[in-house]
């Protein structure tokens, strides 16, 4: 299994990411911005967290104009697997690859804590080792987090079961950090192959550094 | 030429930055105030002479990249 972790200018969890599917067994490559072509052998590719181009204009904006993204398109719509956390999902609604936008966290605060996610659907390569309504807890890091899509897109993917996760308390009742539309913290494309998250699953590989449910999450890409 | 462009969270899209600057107005006593959008505004300098040119090509950088028409509207001014 290889994994590719794309490397914008400002990127800053690239190793983080690399460090994590190393743990579970991939080989993993960093791939540059500017490089136009996805290599043919990836199984999976990252766009990993951090602040592309230091978040000019709008996070996520500038770094969708990078050669890799036309790549990084041609690649999932031929049904290559794309994960994109924080900064990349970012990026990845930018880019079109997946629907809705990331504003400005309601509050307007920088939000750096850890926060319990629920799963909603595990019907999907990356949660499928989660139960439906499973409590995971994983660290959030962002300034515009505050997912939003219009009302008939939000059914679309209630419909397609495209919403993936959803910021809660620990017992599972709704919590919203940052104003998301339905307190939605994670989401997928429509087929089922492009996958896009706040929360940072890399950031929770370890009990000791206070969770590791992020292993499940990510090992559902292992031999998927 | 000179083209100035404003960006601008969609009506119905809720502007976070607006109501806390229109907060922040109200609570130092400008009683006046009804309501705060806060946008962004981009001057783009042009080697174009043809306005109706000019105005088209910035559309599409508005388009493409100056704002997110999934949550911003955005305006155009064109400059001589």
Redesign the interface.
Known sequence: MKVGIIQFPGTNCEYDTQHAFAVLGCETQILWHKEESIPSDMDLVVAAGGFSYGDYLRSGAIAKMSPIMKALKIYADNGGKVLGICNGFQVLTETGLLPGALKRNEGLHFISRHHHLKVISNDNDFLRHCRVDEIVNIPIAHHDGNFYIDASGLSELYANNQVLLKYTDGSGNIDNPNGSVDSIAGICNKSKNVFGLMPHPERAMEALLGSKDGKQMLEGFINA | MKAIVNVF?KNG??D??GK?VQHALSGHGFDSVKDVRVGKQIIIEMNESDATLAKEKVAHMCE???A?T??EDYEIEIQA
Do not use: D, G, K
């Open positions: 969270l899209v809720l976070s930055q806390a493409e990249l100056l997110n999934v949550i």
